[in-house]
């Protein structure tokens, strides 16, 4: 492992960010694209359900659910800009603009209250 991977580590196993994008370039390449984008939308609509449960009633095992529903959409985002990459060249830069532009524009919008 390189010194500028970044570890993920839980009870089990350590894991670097390079093997979660090729676990995921995998699953696309096993998959298809379409399926996985399906995936990630049906993931982004469990996290959804999951805020909404615990709003409706918050405890522990609400929050509990929602913590895995992140880490499912988090791991779908990254199909999704692989995926994204593969069929547009310049995607991550995109998307990088856009959270730069995004970003800047809140802070404009909270400095104004």
């Not at 995936?39 to 409706?56: A, F, H, N, P």
């Not at 405890?59 to 499912?72: P, Q």
Request: with cysteine; aromatic share 8%; charged share 35%.
């Amino acid at each position: 492992m390189e010194d500028n991977d970044l570890k993920l580590k839980d009870d089990r196993h350590i894991h670097t960010i390079k093997s979660l994008n090729q676990l995921c370039e995998d699953a696309l390449e096993r998959w298809g694209f379409d399926p996985q984008m399906d995936m990630v939308i049906e993931e982004m609509s469990e996290l959804t359900k999951s805020i909404l449960k615990y709003r409706r009633k918050p405890s522990s095992d609400r929050a509990t659910d929602i913590a895995k529903e992140i880490a499912d959409v988090e791991i779908m985002m990254i199909q999704l800009k692989i995926a994204m990459f593969h069929r547009y060249e310049n995607f991550y830069e995109l998307v990088e603009m856009e959270k730069k532009f995004k970003t800047s524009r809140q802070i404009g919008r909270a400095s104004c209250r």
